[in-house]
Structures are given as C-alpha cells and as structure tokens.
T-cell receptor, first 114, second 112 residues
Framework: TQTVSQSDAHVTVFEGDSVELRCNYSYGGSIYLSWYIQHHGHGLQFLLKYYSGNPVVQGVNGFEAEFSKSDSSFHLRKASVHWSDSAVYFCAVSALQGGRALIFGTGTTVSVSP | NTKITQSPRYLILGRANKSLECEQHLGHNAMYWYKQSAEKPPELMFLYNLKQLIRNETVPSRFIPECPDSSKLLLHISAVDPEDSAVYFC????????????FGHGTKLSVL
C-alpha cells in the first residue's frame, strides 16, 4: 500500500523568503513522485515529478524537489517565494504500474505575506 | 486551463439526478474523475484508459461514469446525498500511468 504524508498543514512565509515543504512516502516498489499546486477555486496544476536519475528535479516557476531514498522523502523547495505562490501544495505518489491511483498527501497551505 | 473543460461549474441539487460533463482537447488516452471534499486532498473515483474503465474505486453506486469517446467523460449522479457535496474534478493524462495529470477547473456540487 502506498502512503504519502505531509507533516505541515500550514506554512507562512514572507515574500522573498525561501520555503521547504516536506513530503514522506512509503511504498516498496517503483513509483512516481510528484508535486501539484492548487490555487483557491482552481484545479490542481502539475509542478514537477521524479521517477529516476538525478534526485534533484526542477519544476515550473523556480520550484525544485529532492528525492531521498534513505529518508523516503521528496521535499519541495523554492529559494524566493512570490505572493502568487500562496496556494495549497500536494505531494503525490503513484505506483509505476499502469492503472494505479495517484495518491495525494493531505496538502500544505502556503501563505505568502508581503 | 481551457484544455480541459467541465460543465456545469456550480451545481445545487436536492435529491435529483444530474450529469457532470468533461471534455479534454489534449489528445490524452486516460481520463479520471476525482472527488475533493472540503479541506481534503482529491480522491480518485474512476479511471478510463482508451475508453475502457480499468479502475473502479469503491464509490456509491449512485455514481455512474460514462466515456462516450476518448476525449469525453461523464459522471451521472442519481439521488444525491449530502455527503456528496464536494468539488468534482476531471483530469487527463497521456497514458494511464499517472505520470502527469492535467486537471479541469472542477464542478462544485452542493447538496441541499
């Protein structure tokens, strides 16, 4: 069974600050890990994904994430946040085999103050 | 995102029947229905790949999906229950491996 957990329900940062959102997963097989962003009243938008290779993956709008097999983690980072980054961020895990559900974490709400 | 369109945008129902519609203009093979209750992550309801239902989650039988062609997805709801109040998202991906999903803007269902 795949599980994914996001330990921080809410994070508040100032514009220009860096931010790291934590994601930990558990699964024994080959998986995709990904991050999605959801602005209020909108659908989810894909940010980035990892399957194999370089553990640091770059996404849109300056986001990057780092995979760690030893920690079972896939944390998301941004060096300098903008007010438009205020949103809910979901980490997701999916088994590599086709037909498997994408399992989302509970989400982290990021509030960026001016 | 106008590449996946959903209708209606908002829906207020008593114990009536209604259908949600979704169309994707991305040429994707896989389409999904997700339910997102308030303050919760999206949960998969149904997955179609090349018009075939290949994963049917444990959802109440009053929800019936339909995929008339590879670009369209319907969700028929009969006799809605208050617990059905949520946002229903349609999504698509090139294949059924969940590598990257594209979401519509959702249909917000409010059950009276």
């Amino acid at each position: 069974t795949q599980t994914v957990s996001q330990s921080d329900a809410h994070v508040t940062v100032f514009e220009g600050d860096s931010v790291e959102l934590r994601c930990n997963y558990s699964y024994g097989g080959s998986i995709y890990l990904s991050w999605y962003i959801q602005h209020h009243g909108h659908g989810l938008q894909f940010l980035l994904k990892y399957y194999s290779g370089n553990p640091v993956v770059q996404g849109v709008n300056g986001f990057e994430a780092e995979f760690s097999k030893s920690d079972s983690s896939f944390h998301l980072r941004k060096a300098s946040v903008h007010w438009s980054d205020s949103a809910v961020y979901f980490c997701a895990v999916s088994a590599l085999q086709g037909g498997r559900a994408l399992i989302f974490g509970t989400g982290t709400t990021v509030s960026v103050s001016p | 995102n106008t590449k996946i369109t959903q209708s209606p945008r908002y829906l207020i129902l008593g114990r009536a029947n209604k259908s949600l519609e979704c169309e994707q203009h991305l040429g994707h093979n896989a389409m999904y229905w997700y339910k997102q209750s308030a303050e919760k992550p999206p949960e998969l309801m149904f997955l179609y790949n090349l018009k075939q239902l290949i994963r049917n989650e444990t959802v109440p039988s009053r929800f019936i999906p339909e995929c008339p062609d590879s670009s369209k997805l319907l969700l028929h709801i009969s006799a809605v229950d208050p617990e059905d109040s949520a946002v229903y998202f349609c999504a698509s991906s090139p294949r059924d491996n969940n590598e990257r999903l594209f979401f519509g803007h959702g249909t917000k269902l409010s059950v009276l």
